[in-house]
């Protein structure tokens, strides 16, 4: 495993560069070169999310997104054309990869461009967080209440001598464990549809860049 990898803001950059978005603004079009992209971009007529097709040095025509051509551009050449969308485990991969079949000068540079783009797009995104961010699932209330009622069971069945201290004990820590694994995993679902998959509290998390979905 490498040793020096990219992180934090670094990751969430990248994330957010590579993310396709369904129906975002240029979805559809073509593209024969990189500086067709800059200036879609630039004119406000095309998204760094939008799925596009697009044209490469070799003459193949590939399902992309103008982020992630942008982000190969910024490659060095030898490592091919990365068609992903990249998180944290996605870069400790590619990095590892290069570093054990490439030379030691090609894994540097990949290493600082890759600073240098996970930086500029992670400002360039802006991510905050609001109070509108932060989804409370719907079935929250129907999952704590089913835990309250088990472990009314319990204690029950505690009272009553079926069971001991320590079983009691276990098994409420048990039902309550997986109420919060299951409010976390409804949580995350809400999140990946909400803002059309670009919320940032689900960003971040899935990104690897910042937090868990436990925390959240």
Known sequence: ?????????????????????????GTGR??????????AIEAGALSYNALIRY????????????????FNAEMPPEIGFQNICFG?????????????????SIAVKMLDSIKD???????????TIGLSDMIVPDAKRTLVETADRRQSEI????????????????????VWS???????????????ISQNGFNPLYLMADSGARGSKTQI
Do not use: C, W
């Open 117 to 127: 783009v996970g930086f500029k797009y992670a400002t360039v995104f802006g991510a």
């Open 178 to 192: 997986k109420t919060t694994e299951d409010i976390s995993n409804a949580l995350m679902e809400e999140l990946k």
């Open 55 to 70: 044209r490469l040095p070799d003459g193949s025509i590939i399902n992309t997104t103008p982020g992630r051509v942008l």
């Open 155 to 174: 204690r029950e069945q505690y009272r009553q001598g079926h069971i001991t201290q320590d079983e009691r004990y276990n098994r409420v820590i048990e």
């Open 88 to 104: 944290d485990k996605e870069l400790k991969k590619l990095v590892g990869s290069v570093i054990h079949k490439q030379k030691s």
């Open 1 to 25: 495993k490498p040793v020096v990898f990219p992180s934090q803001d670094m990751v969430l950059g990248i994330n957010y560069l590579t993310r396709e978005m369904k129906n975002a603004k």
């Open 30 to 39: 073509f593209y024969d070169t990189i500086a067709e992209l800059i200036v």
